[in-house]
């Protein structure tokens, strides 16, 4: 007898998370796995931000934050917001949440009702698609391939309109294409959406710092449509944070609120250790931290000639965050004898048994042409990956 909830029952678990438990459960039994599935920094969090932690330990800070967030950290970010961005965001407009995870959860289950359409353009983050359906509401995706470097045109999104649209969702560099939208591209489609006052849009922007080329737009930089953008950030990836499970929001004082009450009923605030470090992170003048980001512009750079050495793949140019997502169609239908790739999801089990790396399909984001490769992890280790996969590949026809 099954006595979970059908919610949990239709739920998909994370396809990242999964492939990295696997990849683990292997490394366990004594395999030789290269894991390029997780999109983590391989850096340690820099010693400013977590001497930072330490003075807050000290300091007796071990008491329950407010909701929203230590004022220090909403003024830090508020300040991040204009210092970067040009952008107003008053504190009281700032929720800060355990990481950007539980933000876009906690605008979701407080803008969409049930049976409400939200417009997704693919490739996707893994959850989008999922917190959308547990909040009981549609995703409604937009195809787009590489041709058009992954990304929708605003008359795609004019198209994919209803009287149930409720929300679009977008990243901006792109998990998982590295893809980034330009200042031109985000005013028609902000120009789109402004017609229909029962629309939001939320703008992640967790990659905001790993760019490699021009400045980060934000589609809040529009007036006429800022009142209805969220958007969505955190220390994680720009900071080498993941583990302190810090995330954002700046958003119009109506959500913010509604936002702060969603997140009082399921976490309350996050960590009080781990917001003081934010603080530090966020108030720094983010060149300190530019060390980083010139490292993965190497590592792609990398990748892309590792991997133009490869027939049969084809790939974009990432302009920002850590991944590539080639198109791998060219192997389906081919076999080593043993194993026919049919899927997406075939070719990276056969290149986990015979190359032992570890990816990630492209099925998981929308997409079912691609595989993602992470390439947030050493140039040695990215070196030998590659070369294990092209190996694999060759026996392949």
């Excluded at 679009?168 to 005013?187: A, D, V």
């Amino acid at each position: 007898m099954n006595y979970l909830s059908q919610r949990i029952n239709e739920l998909e678990e994370s396809a990242t998370i999964a492939m990295a438990r696997l990849s683990r459960e292997l490394q366990e039994q004594g395999h030789d796995i290269i894991n390029l599935s997780l999109g983590e920094p391989d850096f340690v969090t820099p010693q400013d931000i977590r001497e930072a932690a330490k003075k807050a330990i000290d300091d007796g800070f071990t008491f329950y934050p407010p909701i929203a967030g230590y004022a220090d950290l909403r003024k830090a970010i508020s300040e991040k917001f204009k210092r970067e961005n040009n952008l107003d965001y008053a504190p009281d407009q700032i929720v800060v949440s355990t990481g950007a995870k539980q933000s876009i959860a906690n605008v979701v289950m407080s803008l969409v009702n049930p049976g409400e359409e939200v417009i997704i353009p693919t490739p996707y983050w893994v959850s989008y698609s999922q917190i959308i359906k547990l909040a009981g509401g549609v995703p409604v995706f937009i195809n787009t391939s590489i041709e058009t470097d992954f990304k929708p045109t605003a008359e795609q999104i004019k198209n994919a309109i209803t009287p149930k649209t409720k929300l679009l969702m977008f990243s901006s560099p792109c998990n998982p294409t590295g893809s980034m939208y330009s200042k031109e591209e985000l005013q028609s489609i902000a120009e789109v959406i402004a017609p229909h006052p029962q629309i939001f849009i939320l703008s992640d922007e967790i990659y905001e710092h790993i760019r490699f080329e021009g400045t980060h737009e934000s589609i809040a930089q529009f007036d006429f449509i800022k009142e209805r953008v969220i958007i969505v950030n955190g220390v994680s990836k720009g900071y080498a944070m993941t583990g302190w499970r810090i995330g954002y929001i700046g958003a119009s004082k109506e959500i913010a609120k509604a936002c702060d009450k969603m997140q009082g009923q399921f976490t309350s605030a996050a960590s009080s250790i781990a917001q003081k470090a934010a603080v530090k992170a966020i108030s720094t003048d983010w060149s300190e931290y530019e060390y980083m980001r010139d490292l993965f512009l190497k590592r792609r750079n990398l990748v892309l000639d590792l991997m133009s050495q490869i027939p049969g793949w084809k790939f974009n140019k990432p302009k920002g965050a850590f991944y590539v997502f080639p198109d791998v169609t060219y192997f389906f239908g081919k076999s080593d004898g043993e194993t026919t790739i049919k899927t997406a999801s075939d070719l990276c089990m056969y290149l986990l048994k015979e190359a032992k790396v570890s990816l990630v399909t492209g099925e998981a984001f929308g997409d079912d042409r691609c595989i993602r490769i992470s390439y947030a992890t050493s140039e040695e280790i990215l070196t030998e990956a590659l070369t294990r996969i092209k190996s694999a590949l060759a026996k392949l026809q």
